[in-house]
């Protein structure tokens, strides 16, 4: 972290051994992003409560290039964390998946989806019971009867678009799971 560490106890009495935890815990934070420019922690209590428990809330404020995140947590809303070490540990752990997300954004590593490959197909030998593809790259793909759906195979015609599934064959690539669409395919 670029600036110190800020803690602060509100409508309760300050405890080393809780600040020393949120001190632990915040410098696991820079593991998952070495650009926090401040942290911030805001631990309260604003209600007690006798018959139900204390609802302790926790205020987590990171500032990081671009962006500020902010956890919220409040112990009322999350049965699992009904004491202050509990509440304290999963607003961390929300502040630690805030940060991967932001870390994944900065980096550009948002998940993408890749498309499925079309081709065309370039020669048939019904026959014998295969063809060739022609990839969107111009490379020539074989592909067997085998690879299509029953009855497909005999439905298909020289420049019908199809998808398919690359994988290494003997004599060199060869398409799996080849799918007529398009209106080739009507």
């Not at 020393?20 to 992003?33: H, P, V, Y």
Request: charged share 30%; hydrophobic share 35%.
């Amino acid at each position: 972290m670029k600036l110190p560490l800020e803690i602060h106890f509100h409508q309760m009495a300050h405890s080393e051994a809780l600040e020393a935890r949120i001190r632990e815990k915040a410098a696991r934070l820079d593991s998952f992003c070495d650009h926090i420019m401040r942290c911030r922690v805001v631990v309260e209590l604003p209600h007690k409560h006798h018959e139900h428990g204390n609802h302790y809330q926790v205020r987590i404020d990171l500032t990081v290039p671009g962006d500020e995140l902010v956890v919220s947590w409040i112990a009322a809303e999350h049965a699992q964390a009904r004491d202050i070490e509990a509440t304290i540990g999963e607003a961390f752990d929300a502040a630690r998946r805030q940060l991967e997300d932001y870390s994944r954004r900065h980096r550009h590593e948002v998940k993408t989806h890749a498309g499925v490959p079309h081709a065309r197909v370039r020669r048939l030998f019904p026959e014998e019971g295969y063809g060739f593809l022609e990839a969107l790259n111009g490379r020539e793909i074989y592909f067997h009867q085998h690879s299509l759906g029953t009855g497909e195979f005999e439905r298909l015609t020289v420049g019908s678009e199809v998808t398919f599934v690359e994988e290494a064959g003997n004599q060199g690539p060869q398409a799996s799971s080849v799918k007529v669409v398009g209106r080739h395919h009507e």
